[in-house]
Structures are given as structure tokens and as C-alpha cells.
């Protein structure tokens, strides 16, 4: 089973920025598809962007397009995610999760493991 570490959250205030970090501890990596989701308090595990093994077809919740990033770097085992223009419905706990196989979807069936989150307030 992989294991996935997330870094890079922290308190930021509305309007900032933060980069998300998760570097997986496996030999899989480069063929498997990554997503990040995140889950507010009170709130179920949302989808929130994506992104193939190969670094094709990002994909993005409507309530981060044109704002958040994904991107991956194969030879470090690691994806990110930039979060611009944060605000206060962006406050979350924010996880990364390996894909099944090379593609990467919203749906949470298509992830097979999961990293243990990191914590991102934006405040007003």
C-alpha cells in the first residue's frame, strides 16, 4: 500500500496562496493517476482536481477552476496543487489519493489510497 504525505497547508488570509504538496512512497507512482479532494467541516470528502500519470487531462471542481493547479513531478514521486485566490469556503482539510490505474477522475472509486490530509484556513 502506497504512502502518500501531504504538506504545505497552513493558515493563510483571503486572497493568498498556498501550495500543496504529496509525495508518495512507492514504486508506482509514474503509472498511477493522483487526485486531491478535501473535506470542510461538517461537509463530506469533495472532489477537487486531478490529473493522469503522465501529466495529461487536469482536470477541476467547478468551485476551484481558474484558481487551483495540479501538476506532478514523476521523478520526484510528488503532485501539488497551487491554490490561488483562497477563500473562506476553501477552509478544509485537504487529502491526496493514488489512482486505481493511469486515469483520474472526480469519483472517489477511481482512488485506492489515501494520505492522512492536510489542514488549510483561509481567513476573512
Known amino acids: 500500500q502506497a504512502r502518500l504525505a501531504e504538506s504545505g497547508g497552513g493558515l493563510v488570509q483571503a486572497g493568498g496562496s498556498l501550495r500543496l504538496s504529496c509525495v508518495a512512497s512507492?514504486?508506482?507512482?509514474?503509472?498511477?493517476?493522483m487526485g486531491w479532494f478535501r473535506r470542510a467541516p461538517g461537509k463530506g470528502r469533495e472532489f477537487v482536481a486531478a490529473?493522469?500519470?503522465?501529466?495529461?487531462?487536469?482536470s477541476y471542481a467547478d468551485a476551484v477552476k481558474g484558481r487551483f493547479s495540479i501538476s506532478r513531478d514523476n521523478a520526484r514521486n510528488a503532485v501539488f496543487l497551487q491554490m490561488n485566490s483562497l477563500g473562506v469556503e476553501d477552509t478544509a482539510v485537504y487529502y491526496c489519493?493514488?489512482?486505481?490505474?493511469?486515469?483520474?477522475?472526480?469519483?472517489?472509486?477511481?482512488?485506492?489510497?489515501w494520505g492522512r490530509g492536510t489542514q488549510v484556513t483561509v481567513s476573512s
Open positions: 490529473i493522469w500519470s503522465d501529466g495529461a487531462n487536469p
Open positions: 489519493a493514488r489512482g486505481v490505474g493511469r486515469t483520474a477522475t472526480a469519483s472517489l472509486t477511481m482512488y485506492d489510497d
Open positions: 512507492e514504486d508506482t507512482f509514474d503509472r498511477r493517476g
